[in-house]
């Protein structure tokens, strides 16, 4: 047991003295030690960075929207497909229909924009819970545009080609409690959401899980596109 505990004290002192070297030649953040290969190779973790670089693991993106939200049905419509697209293969995309929503004492769910858009949401759940996102997506934002001028009803058949192979369970789910229960699911969801500020307002976008106050909220909605071209070059180029 002495033994065991000696080499393990000795590991941990050894990962210490590496660090602080590594901390004394590197004079730059570690978020950036894998933006180019000078720098990896300066901070002395270009075999990390290497094996980053492999695994390749998607940038996760969580929109937190609601239905009737101008704002988020401008941002879905005009642009959340556009990226999407042109990112697929780099990034993982979360969609949350809550906003503003709140969830009652007796169960009952209050939106911020009326019962329709409760309709709306809680229809959207069922939709990202059982299609694959790049055909619910294509749903939301066909659905987002058609309820501009038209009722949950009618945009719902209008977009339905868009979910064909899942539309009987997605209208049972719709139609059923089970519709409920995916709201509540996102309103845990979006109450939990790991950032250091309440979601107050939409639509929220956290890169990572992580948006550091209201004001970088605006930021990421705003620069997503270009910080999705930045690191998609650093990824592809600079390895």
């Not at 492999?54 to 993106?61: G, N, T, Y």
């Not at 769910?109 to 294509?138: D, F, T, W």
């Not at 930045?230 to 600079?238: A, P, Y």
Request: proline fraction near 4%; hydrophobic fraction near 35%.
């Amino acid at each position: 047991m002495v033994t065991t505990w000696k080499k393990c004290l000795s590991v941990s002192f050894l990962l210490v003295i590496i660090f602080i070297q590594i901390i004394k030649c590197c004079d730059i953040p570690p978020d950036l030690w894998c933006d180019s290969h000078e720098s990896a190779k300066r901070c002395n973790v270009k075999q990390q960075c290497d094996q980053f670089r492999r695994v390749k693991l998607p940038i996760k993106l969580s929109l937190y929207y609601e239905a009737l939200c101008p704002y988020c049905q401008r941002f879905i419509t005009n642009h959340l497909g556009n990226i999407y697209n042109q990112f697929r293969g780099l990034i993982e995309l979360e969609m949350i229909p809550w906003g503003n929503s709140k969830l009652l004492q007796n169960g009952t769910i209050r939106c911020n924009h009326g019962p329709i858009e409760c309709n709306a949401n809680k229809l959207q759940s069922c939709v990202l819970e059982y299609a694959k996102m790049k055909h619910a997506l294509a749903f939301v934002i066909c659905f987002e545009r058609s309820l501009i001028d038209t009722n949950i009803e009618s945009a719902l058949q209008y977009c339905s080609g868009f979910i064909r192979n899942h539309y009987r369970r997605i209208r049972r789910c719709y139609d059923s409690e089970r519709g409920i229960q995916l709201q509540r699911k996102a309103f845990h969801r979006t109450m939990t959401a790991a950032t250091p500020n309440r979601i107050s307002e939409v639509p929220y976008l956290l890169i990572n899980g992580y948006s550091s106050n209201p004001d970088a909220n605006n930021l990421n909605i705003h620069a997503l596109q270009l910080l999705l071209k930045k690191w998609k070059r650093i990824i592809h180029d600079n390895y």
